[in-house]
């Protein structure tokens, strides 16, 4: 008797799939067609030239094949882009927004989310290239700074602090935050972070918060003042002790990442550090750092996570925006874009689970000779929770001022 209703679910099953997959496939065509001639305004962040012609790049596939134009609006921090539909929003503008689709995570989706900014739930999940994104092995794809994404945001890219070093001055690099700090008392000047709240900053700032804490799963709840000051008090005891020894005696910092990969070739830092793994590869291939530079991780593991794209709830260009956001996560733009000489950024796809033909394709990728390889990277560090990020920064300020070169 099981074995006969189960041979019926599993008939019920099979012939439903098909009409499923039919209606899916009828409901994108219909996004396809209202989508051509759309303009998308995306709004992403500029500062990284290598990025922004992969922004392009994407921009003109999608023009070429869908007929949908996508305009790069670039954007030095995305809390702007956040006041702006906030500000849409509180006039009433359910329609017509100036932003159809922004480069998201964290404590920005956290907001706009908070504050019901986004479109609908589950238009992530609806996307045709979705069912190539590896959500079992990768579950920040669908968890941002511990905040469910409910189909809210499209992943685009996987994220992990990582730092380089020079192998022709430094051989053997620090791998501890108490080696870091050993090493910049017996190098003055020789290392440095960008100030916060620049993400790269802030990002070095949760490193030494999560390996300092005295419970680091406090910090994946929301912001907790009652055990602020304890749970702070590490981070800043190892700051204080840090600045004096930072380039320009910490009186001064670097703008962002870019500024440290120049100040790493020019000799002026022994080590620099990014959020991209490939990063240093990318930088060699197109002759910003030595061939000698070489990448390195602490033990213990670093901060990682998931970079999104989201549409924003009033959106003038939503069907645009999703056409946009697939092409993203097809395998065609995410093997171009984890070449370390376009922009060395991992995929977010489970790349064992795609057809042998576009598998081929990450299989035929160089890395470039100084990425660690996935085993090599160490563990992965949860963000914490954005609350404790806006406390942080503001700590941050509050304790080293905001004056900086």
Same mark, same amino acid.
């Given at each position: 008797? @099981? ?23 009828? #409901? ?98 609806? =996307? ?19 905040? /469910? ?31 870091? =700090? ?41 912001? #907790? ?18 600045? /004096? ?10 703008? #962002? ?13 022994? @080590?620099?550090?990014?959020?991209? /793994? !490939? ?62 000489? @376009? ?8 790349? #064992?689970?795609? /057809? ?24 992965? =560090? ?18 080293? !001022?905001?004056?900086?070169?």
């Amino acid at each position: 008797m @099981i074995q006969t209703i189960a041979a019926r679910l599993v008939l019920l099953v099979s012939l439903i799939l098909p009409e499923v997959a039919a209606a899916q496939d009828n #409901d994108w065509q219909a996004v396809l067609e209202k989508a051509k001639g759309q303009t998308v305004y995306f709004h992403a962040w500029g500062g990284e030239p290598r990025i922004n012609a992969y922004i392009q790049w994407a921009a003109r596939q999608v023009e070429r094949e869908f007929g949908v134009r996508v305009v790069h609006v670039k954007v030095n921090d995305t809390a702007n882009v956040v006041s702006q539909v906030l500000a849409e929003k509180s006039v009433g503008k359910s329609s017509g927004g100036a932003i159809d689709l922004v480069w998201i995570n964290g404590e920005n989706f956290a907001s706009m989310k908070d504050n019901a900014l986004l479109a609908e739930a589950g238009w992530a999940n609806s =996307l045709p290239n979705w069912k190539y994104v590896d959500v079992e092995n990768k579950p920040t794809v669908v968890v941002d700074f511990t905040v /469910p994404t409910e189909g809210q945001e499209s992943p685009w890219g996987m994220a992990k602090l990582v730092f380089m070093h020079d192998s022709a001055r430094l051989n053997t690099p620090p791998s501890s935050l108490g080696e870091l =700090l050993a090493f910049a008392k017996d190098n003055p000047g020789r290392f440095a972070y960008p100030q916060p709240p620049n993400f790269y900053g802030t990002t070095f700032l949760k490193q030494v918060l999560i390996t300092t804490a005295p419970d680091a799963s406090a910090l994946a709840s929301p912001y #907790d003042m009652t055990v602020a000051a304890e749970t702070f008090g590490p981070l800043f005891a190892y700051l204080d002790d840090l600045h /004096p020894h930072l380039w320009r005696q910490g009186k001064a910092f670097p703008k #962002d990442a870019a500024h440290m990969r120049r100040l790493l070739a020019d000799g002026e830092l022994d @080590i620099a550090f990014s959020f991209n /793994p !490939g990063d240093a590869s990318g930088a060699i291939a197109n002759g910003e750092l030595p061939a000698t530079v070489r990448t390195f991780v602490l033990d213990g593991g670093t901060i990682g996570n998931t970079h999104f794209v989201a549409i924003p709830f009033n959106s003038s260009n939503q069907e645009g925006a999703k056409v946009y956001a697939n092409f993203l996560l097809s395998p065609l733009a995410q093997t171009r874009k984890q070449e370390p000489e @376009i922009w060395g950024d991992p995929t977010v796809l489970d790349v #064992d689970a795609l /057809p042998a033909n576009e598998k081929a394709l990450f299989e035929a990728l160089d890395l470039g000779p100084a990425t660690l390889k996935p085993e090599d990277l160490g563990p992965v =560090l949860t963000e914490p929770h954005p609350s404790w990020v806006v406390a942080l920064e503001e700590a941050w300020v509050a304790r080293y !001022g905001s004056g900086s070169e």
